[in-house]
């Protein structure tokens, strides 16, 4: 005959398994990512340049990038779409080719990982540009060429200075384990020397369309 005070026992155990096995109702609010301010926003780049794995290098003068952050907080990764990417004339490369390059968007521009300092020392995120999708056209002395190139590029936001109009978007792979582009339906004899990856490099002065750049967080 079991005694009161074992099976009171019994059921205080099994009460507390439950409760412990039972997510938390006051557990805190889950960490998110912030973008101030959101909305549109517009990048700026000087030298951009795509490198295949041969080592076969295109450059553009110049180029240009816009899109839109939306209403924070966000879960991420996902923190921003790129809706345009044009990268303007002259673009250049090997054996005095000349190239254009039109893209296909939306991209997306995804947060990894959230650090203190950056170039302004106010913070700086890890990340990545997916989705990427892009025709090369060009035409060299060894003919005409056409590809395609799409994936995802490694990438670092740079917070602006406080109140500040100087935050950039720093394409640059790291030196391991960078993404890497996938090149394909390559079309013409120019192509023949073309490689089967690319990495992309450059860096882009971001701003929204109030002026000052946005300032992105993780709390």
Known sequence: M?????????????????????PSATAGTTAA????????????????????????Q????????????????????????????????????????TWEISTSTPWTLNGTSYA?????????VTGNIGSISATV??????????FEVTGSVDAKYNNPSSGGSDGTLD?????????LLSIGSKTGPGCNIVGA?????????????SGVSPVISYS
């Open 137 to 146: 056209t060009g035409k060299s002395v060894l003919g005409e060429c056409t």
């Open 58 to 97: 295109i450059k553009c003068a110049t180029a240009t990038a816009s899109g839109d952050a939306p209403t924070s907080p966000t879960a991420g990764p996902q923190l921003a779409s790129i809706t345009a990417a044009a990268f303007n004339a002259p673009c250049t490369g090997p054996f005095n080719s």
């Open 116 to 124: 203190a300092g950056g170039t302004n020392g106010t913070g700086v």
């Open 197 to 209: 990856t690319a990495t992309f490099k450059g860096s882009y002065s971001i701003k929204h369309s």
């Open 171 to 179: 394409v640059a792979p790291p030196t391991t384990g960078a993404l």
């Open 2 to 22: 079991l005694k009161k005070s074992s099976v009171l026992t019994a059921v205080g155990a099994a009460v507390a398994a439950i409760a412990l096995a039972a």
């Open 33 to 56: 990512w912030t973008v101030t301010p959101s909305g549109a926003f517009t990048g700026s780049a000087g030298v951009t340049s795509l490198t295949d794995n041969i080592g076969n």
